[in-house]
């Protein structure tokens, strides 16, 4: 149960991004940076954190390129790693570039006092900008900054023979916010998305067998479905010697030095939710969260507990500690309440800085008790957090946990609800410096759900799957 988390986050939100104006903080972080002050070095590097985090949450380019230069200027005076930032900044100066020469480029024929039609085009266009991408219920949805026509989305397929691979593609008109991504879904190669051209957005998918591709458009939506077909099996002749079909332990071995942080929600005075039977939530997370531990000991992992007993914690001090233990991941376990009883479902969550309509709303859920909590630093490091190729890991592990976690259970019981893959500024994720996703393992408050999530086979199996999903991830992320 999460209600509190979304309040804080919300109120921080507001507290932090609507104190001044952008150009009030800018002028000031300038004035900062060139003190000879370290401390006034170090309120500059934070304040342009902060215009950062704004930036990209308004789709304010311009906004968001001085925010990440002085992100660099001032991070390098006070020896911060910055090199990501270095990064962004140099691709989004690289992309401008580009579309300034494409523009001069498409010029040349001019009529002197109509703007040609083309360019007009261009310039519409590209004032639609793809927000958001992510994975809904197994479907991939890419969100626009505003109503999507149909003409401005040309879907085609093609089959190269000579890498016999399949692809389909989209393209739309719309420009991209970022840098390209590569997205993962089990069954399918690859899927890639990137600027294609300065006013073409281009979606590949790319496998080896057929996918039967569905979409629509709703809205400020495209919504796909992707299914891949069953792989008929080639019998080929092994040439030399044939990998196993079977992932050998070398395979393992090979990411064994990962650390892993195991998060079990609440604890101590915080019991979390308390649903059917009186269960709690504090200790149906703690006795999954241990199986997980087990599990991924035995498979040579190092694993550490944000708690192992029945202990408070305060949210911040969660991540914290997994940045301090430089863990590779960190695992937030939860449980659901509804006061619907028939709600059900498995559903992980990855932190995602695009919600801000979802953020507004909570902030009606207003919760001061927490305020405190709240420092500088963990704004700090929910900055941090905000960089796009953290969401985009977190994303995948939240795909890969959550699979997992479905197959696992599947395969012994009966009507498992596969709640989805969900994004949400979620306050216990915020601060950690590496993917970190939520799971909540089902409803506490759903008798069927209660009944089986205080069982130990059910608890071991459902940890099995979790450690699945980790190695899953893992094994595709090296
Ligand atoms: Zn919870």
């Known amino acids: ?29 300038q004035k900062h940076l060139h003190s000879a002050n370290k401390g006034d070095i170090f309120r500059a590097y934070n304040d342009y954190k902060t215009l950062y985090l704004k930036a990209m949450m308004n789709q304010d380019e311009p906004l968001r390129e001085k925010a990440l230069g002085g992100i660099v200027a001032s991070g390098k005076k006070l020896h911060i790693d910055v090199a990501a930032y270095e990064n962004e900044l140099r691709m989004l100066q690289n992309r401008k570039n580009y579309l300034k020469q494409e523009q001069k480029y498409v010029k040349p024929t001019p009529k002197p006092n109509k703007p040609s039609k083309q360019a007009k085009k261009i310039k519409l266009n590209s004032a639609t900008k793809l927000k ?60 890639r998305i990137a600027q294609f051209k300065p006013n073409k957005i281009r979606l590949v998918f790319k496998n080896d067998s057929v996918v039967k591709i569905r979409f629509k458009i709703a809205g400020n939506e495209i919504v796909i479905n992707a299914t891949p077909t069953k792989k008929v099996k080639k019998r080929i002749k092994p040439k030399t010697k044939q990998p196993p079909a079977t992932v050998p332990v070398s395979k393992y071995k090979r990411i064994t030095q990962k650390t892993i942080v195991i998060d079990p929600g609440h604890g101590g005075k915080d ?21 997980v531990r087990d599990y991924l000991k035995m498979r040579g992992y190092k694993v550490y507990m944000t708690r192992a007993n029945n202990r408070f914690i305060k949210l911040r001090h969660r991540t914290r500690y997994a940045n301090k233990k430089k863990a590779d991941l960190f695992v937030s376990i939860h449980a659901n309440a509804s006061k619907h009883k028939k709600a059900k479902g498995i559903e992980t969550y990855f932190l995602s800085p695009s ?15 927490d305020i405190d909590d709240m420092n500088y630093y963990a704004k700090q490091s929910f900055l941090m957090f905000m960089n796009n190729h953290k969401i985009v890991a977190s994303n995948k592990l939240a795909i890969d946990l959550q699979q997992g976690v479905l197959h696992e259970l599947r395969k012994h019981y009966k009507g498992v609800v596969d709640g989805g893959v969900r ?42 799957g979790i450690a699945e999903g980790i190695e899953r991830y893992f094994i595709k992320n090296r």
Request: no cysteine.
């Open 132 to 191: 958001s991408i992510y994975w809904r219920g197994g479907k991939l949805v890419l969100r626009f900054s505003k109503r999507l026509r149909k003409h401005q989305v040309n879907y085609f397929k093609l089959y190269d023979a000579k890498t016999n691979r399949y692809k389909y593609v989209f393209d739309i008109d719309a420009s991209l916010l970022s840098r390209s991504q590569n997205l993962v879904k089990p069954g399918i190669e690859s899927i």
């Open 355 to 369: 919600r801000s309509s979802r953020a507004k709303r909570v902030a009606a859920m207003e919760n001061k008790a």
């Open 423 to 464: 994004e949400g500024p979620f306050w216990v994720l915020v601060g950690a410096q590496m993917p970190a996703v939520l799971i909540e393992v089902g409803f506490i408050t759903n008798k069927e759900e209660a009944k089986r999530l205080v069982n130990k086979t059910y608890q071991k199996r459902f940890a099995k």
């Open 271 to 291: 019991p979390g939710a308390i649903g059917y039977g009186r269960y709690k939530e504090k200790d149906v997370v703690l006795a999954i969260s241990k199986y």
């Open 1 to 29: 149960m999460l209600k509190a988390v979304f309040a804080l986050f919300a109120l921080f939100l507001t507290l932090s991004l609507y104190a001044s104006s952008d150009a009030q903080v800018l002028s000031q972080a």
